[in-house]
C-alpha cells in the first residue's frame, strides 16, 4: 500500500519561500510520475506541478517560473520548492503519482501541508 507524507508547509508572508518535501513508502519513486497538488480553502484540489520518471516537468499557469519539482529517487521523495509566494498559494498542498488522466492513487492520499502566504 503507498503512503504519501507531506512536510515543510508554514505561514510565511507574500514573496517568501518554502520548500515542500514528500516522502513515498509502499513503492519505489521510480517507478512512478509525480505530481504535487494543492487544495486552497472552498476549492477543489487542482494539479500544481509534475515530474516524469525521466525529469520532465510540466507546471500550472499560475505558478509558472515561481516553483519547482524535483525528485530524488534514491530517497524515495519528491519536492516543491516555492518562490515568491502569493496570498493566492494558500492552500493545504499533496502529493500523488501523476497520471494524464489525473492522480495515479485517488484513494491514497497523504494528510497534506498547509501553506499559508499572508501578512
Known amino acids: 500500500q503507498v503512503q504519501l507524507a507531506e512536510s515543510g508547509g508554514a505561514l510565511v508572508q507574500p514573496g517568501g519561500s518554502l520548500r515542500l518535501s514528500c516522502v513515498v513508502s509502499?513503492?519505489?519513486?521510480?517507478?512512478?510520475?509525480m505530481g504535487w497538488y494543492r487544495q486552497p480553502p472552498g476549492a477543489q484540489r487542482e494539479l500544481v506541478a509534475a515530474?516524469?520518471?525521466?525529469?520532465?516537468?510540466k507546471y500550472g499557469d499560475s505558478v509558472k517560473g515561481r516553483f519547482t519539482i524535483s525528485r530524488d529517487n534514491v530517497q524515495n521523495t519528491v519536492y516543491l520548492q516555492m518562490n515568491s509566494l502569493k496570498p493566492e498559494d494558500t492552500a493545504v498542498y499533496y502529493c500523488?503519482?501523476?497520471?494524464?488522466?489525473?492522480?495515479?492513487?485517488?484513494?491514497?492520499w497523504g494528510q497534506g501541508t498547509q501553506v499559508t502566504v499572508s501578512s
Open positions: 500523488n503519482g501523476y497520471s494524464d488522466y489525473g492522480p495515479l492513487w485517488d484513494d491514497y
Open positions: 509502499g513503492t519505489s519513486l521510480s517507478r512512478h510520475a
Open positions: 515530474i516524469t520518471r525521466p525529469g520532465s516537468t
